[in-house]
């Protein structure tokens, strides 16, 4: 059978797989937004109530959601087959480059392209530019057949580099590099314990619990229960936890929203701008070093998301929950959530230009 009579079976079969919770997701991501801003702005007691208990500069509801959404989609991780991934040098020195060079250098260039009468939103996206992804990334990677293994493996180096090079790298895009060029200069105040508290929150625990629950399952159940039976069960609290989180940032943050929207509209351009670009350059270098559909995918998502909860974090710490550095950090993930969702399709419906070994083989 050749590859162009493929396409529709496999179309067909993936959309035959899909729950109507990942049908509709755009529909459930939009009303979550409404209903976040709605209880943001009619009921503000519960915003307060909401932001009320913190850890690490993040309100523990959206802690709380973001390890619901990432548990799932960790557990299903074969851990077995890592050793596939850690030897592909193309995957690691790809990911590295693109997340630690281009990402960074990127979002310094357009936040001092766009935004160059507004240092405090220029600071809070140069921020958010050099977190690099530990957390959600992990759901738009899972929605988009991207690979498991390698999304795994990619977070967690993001994060080992995420505890050494971000004080530096703040330092040198603040400071050292806007002076080079004769521009204004930004201190930034943030502890390597602080960030290195953040990384073991939002991926050290559900990587653990993942981790256990497959090598404790398997043992005592057998891999096809596990497979069969466990990861069903579990699979729908990872969408479950996406959208809690959703309406708790909405309902946390909607007012100044709603109160700001030229701001946001501001802060958004850029934004909007750095993640086409990082997606698509990410996506094009994987197919253009002969990487398949899977790993491609993994680059491209794992190098165009953030970890937003540590850049609000330290943009709260070092500037107050009030500034517009803090703002700037609560809208990056408001407009990342759309725009990947968005790219998850354009993901999906790019899989055709891979060859058809590739897109044959069927994720578990």
Request: hydrophobic share 60%; charged share 15%.
């Given at each position: 059978?050749?590859?162009?009579?493929?396409?529709?079976?496999?179309?067909?079969?993936?959309?035959?797989?899909?729950?109507?919770?990942?049908?509709?997701?755009?529909?459930?991501?939009?009303?979550?937004?409404?209903?976040?801003?709605?209880?943001?702005?009619?009921?503000?007691?519960?915003?307060?109530?909401?932001?009320?208990?913190?850890?690490?500069?993040?309100?523990?509801?959206?802690?709380?959601?973001?390890?619901?959404?990432?548990?799932?989609?960790?557990?299903?991780?074969?851990?077995?087959?890592?050793?596939?991934?850690?030897?592909?040098?193309?995957?690691?020195?790809?990911?590295?480059?693109?997340?630690?060079?281009?990402?960074?250098?990127?979002?310094?260039?357009?936040?001092?392209?766009?935004?160059?009468?507004?240092?405090?939103?220029?600071?809070?996206?140069?921020?958010?530019?050099?977190?690099?992804?530990?957390?959600?990334?992990?759901?738009?990677?899972?929605?988009?057949?991207?690979?498991?293994?390698?999304?795994?493996?990619?977070?967690?180096?993001?994060?080992?580099?995420?505890?050494?090079?971000?004080?530096?790298?703040?330092?040198?895009?603040?400071?050292?590099?806007?002076?080079?060029?004769?521009?204004?200069?930004?201190?930034?105040?943030?502890?390597?314990?602080?960030?290195?508290?953040?990384?073991?929150?939002?991926?050290?625990?559900?990587?653990?619990?993942?981790?256990?629950?497959?090598?404790?399952?398997?043992?005592?159940?057998?891999?096809?229960?596990?497979?069969?039976?466990?990861?069903?069960?579990?699979?729908?609290?990872?969408?479950?936890?996406?959208?809690?989180?959703?309406?708790?940032?909405?309902?946390?943050?909607?007012?100044?929203?709603?109160?700001?929207?030229?701001?946001?509209?501001?802060?958004?351009?850029?934004?909007?701008?750095?993640?086409?670009?990082?997606?698509?350059?990410?996506?094009?270098?994987?197919k253009g070093i002969g990487m398949g559909y899977e790993r491609s995918a993994t680059l491209a998502f794992t190098a165009a998301g953030n970890n937003f909860e540590l850049a609000i974090a330290v943009a709260i710490a070092t500037f107050g929950a009030a500034s517009g550095q803090a703002l700037a950090g609560v809208v990056g993930p408001l407009i990342e959530v759309?725009?990947?969702?968005?790219?998850?399709?354009?993901?999906?419906?790019?899989?055709?230009?891979?060859?058809?070994?590739?897109?044959?083989?069927?994720?578990?």
């Amino acid at each position: 059978m050749s590859a162009d009579t493929s396409l529709p079976v496999i179309g067909t079969a993936a959309r035959a797989r899909l729950s109507t919770l990942d049908r509709y997701l755009p529909v459930w991501i939009g009303a979550a937004m409404l209903a976040g801003i709605a209880l943001g702005r009619w009921t503000p007691v519960v915003g307060k109530a909401l932001n009320a208990v913190q850890i690490g500069g993040i309100s523990l509801p959206i802690a709380a959601g973001l390890l619901v959404m990432m548990y799932p989609v960790l557990a299903r991780v074969r851990y077995d087959r890592l050793d596939s991934v850690t030897t592909d040098k193309r995957l690691l020195i790809s990911s590295l480059v693109l997340n630690w060079l281009i990402g960074p250098a990127l979002m310094f260039a357009l936040a001092w392209a766009l935004l160059p009468d507004l240092p405090e939103f220029r600071t809070g996206l140069i921020i958010v530019g050099l977190a690099r992804c530990i957390a959600m990334v992990v759901i738009w990677n899972d929605l988009a057949c991207g690979d498991r293994e390698a999304a795994a493996v990619l977070v967690a180096l993001n994060a080992v580099f995420q505890v050494i090079a971000f004080g530096a790298l703040g330092w040198f895009y603040l400071d050292a590099l806007p002076r080079w060029l004769g521009l204004d200069a930004t201190g930034l105040d943030v502890s390597g314990w602080e960030i290195a508290a953040n990384v073991a929150v939002f991926l050290g625990v559900p990587l653990a619990a993942g981790y256990l629950t497959r090598v404790l399952g398997e043992r005592r159940n057998g891999r096809a229960w596990y497979e069969d039976r466990f990861l069903p069960r579990i699979g729908p609290f990872a969408l479950y936890g996406l959208l809690f989180t959703i309406v708790v940032l909405f309902a946390l943050q909607g007012a100044a929203i709603i109160a700001r929207p030229l701001d946001v509209v501001r802060i958004a351009v850029p934004l909007l701008a750095y993640f086409a670009a990082m997606w698509a350059g990410s996506f094009a270098l994987g197919k253009g070093i002969g990487m398949g559909y899977e790993r491609s995918a993994t680059l491209a998502f794992t190098a165009a998301g953030n970890n937003f909860e540590l850049a609000i974090a330290v943009a709260i710490a070092t500037f107050g929950a009030a500034s517009g550095q803090a703002l700037a950090g609560v809208v990056g993930p408001l407009i990342e959530v759309p725009v990947l969702v968005g790219l998850v399709y354009v993901s999906l419906w790019a899989r055709r230009f891979f060859p058809a070994p590739e897109l044959q083989a069927v994720k578990p």
